[in-house]
């Protein structure tokens, strides 16, 4: 008898090198990048790279910045790095190289009134320009060249999205919160809505010490004749407003859902909603703070 083994094949590093003249959105592109779920670190030596490419030990997504502030940047060591993590086999990486007219960084500096990094008391114009030609093998080299001249941080950043984020994932991070408005609105929300208006189990004896996650409360706050049409009218809204929130390049929203002591018609209602924007597709986190304190 001849035994198959079966060996699972190990997922291997992404790796995203992010380069190009300062001034043409490298921190834009590493925050998006970020935003996205790689772990990202810029301005990272040359010498250092390959030490956060451990394999028992590196994120699964890297997103690297690379500039020429760098300790011990040059172009060549820059291109020794590149050939040597092609000899890498637990790592597939690319070069994100961000491009822009001399005109347009210039135009750039002047209004943020920086000083270029290769300026060394030399003009803004000066500095662009060496930096250009020593960044033009690197720009050859790359993988993946986006022309940021005529982009505002809003339209680089929708790029990268377009770029680097796959279709059939939903990285759009909603959270739902319950909470007590006699504690105070939680912190960071970016919408909260009132669950005051609903029956409150707490006037039912039998229900008072359970929360909204019992069957029993849940069912009663459903029963009110206006909770059905709340819950639809609160989903139509999400599933219409967390499209938009994603293509506007957040990363995370989180909706808070109030009543009075937080543990019974918000409890119920955020179980409820969150269901129903999960069955819709999205990933959809439950906080509920009080039941929480309660250390139920």
């Not at 094949?9 to 959105?25: D, F, N, Q, T, Y």
Request: net charge neutral; hydrophobic share 40%.
């Amino acid at each position: 008898m001849v035994k198959l083994a079966l060996f699972k094949e190990k997922k291997k590093i992404r790796l995203i090198l992010v380069s190009g003249p300062a001034g043409a959105g490298r921190t834009t592109a590493i925050r998006s990048l970020e935003d996205l779920e790689f772990e990202a670190i810029d301005n990272l030596p040359l010498d250092l790279v390959k030490s956060v490419l451990t394999p028992k030990k590196a994120s699964a997504k890297i997103a690297i910045g690379l500039d020429t502030r760098g300790r011990d940047f040059s172009v060549v060591g820059l291109l020794g790095l590149l050939k040597s993590l092609s000899s890498l086999e637990h790592v597939d990486f690319e070069l994100l190289y961000l491009s822009c007219t001399m005109e347009v960084l210039l135009r750039r500096y002047s209004e943020t009134r920086r000083r270029h990094p290769l300026a060394d008391g030399k003009s803004p114009h000066e500095g662009i320009e060496q930096e250009l030609i020593l960044l033009e093998p690197i720009r050859h080299k790359a993988d993946i060249l986006i022309e940021t001249s005529e982009f505002t941080p809003h339209d680089l950043k929708a790029s990268i999205r377009k770029l680097f984020l796959h279709n059939e994932l939903n990285l759009l991070s909603i959270s739902l919160k319950s909470f007590s408005y006699k504690r105070g609105l939680p912190r960071g929300t970016d919408m909260t809505l009132d669950c005051r208006f609903l029956k409150n189990p707490h006037w039912q004896e039998e229900l008072r010490d359970k929360t909204g996650l019992d069957p029993d409360v849940s069912k009663f706050v459903a029963s009110d004749p206006k909770f059905s049409e709340f819950i639809e009218r609160v989903t139509k809204l999400l599933l219409f407003l967390l499209p938009s929130f994603k293509e506007e390049g957040k990363s995370s929203v989180e909706i808070g859902f109030g009543c009075t002591g937080g543990v019974h018609r918000s409890v119920a209602v955020t179980e409820t909603v969150a269901k129903e924007l999960a069955d819709s597709g999205w990933n959809v986190s439950i906080k509920h703070r009080e039941i929480e304190r309660l250390d139920l």
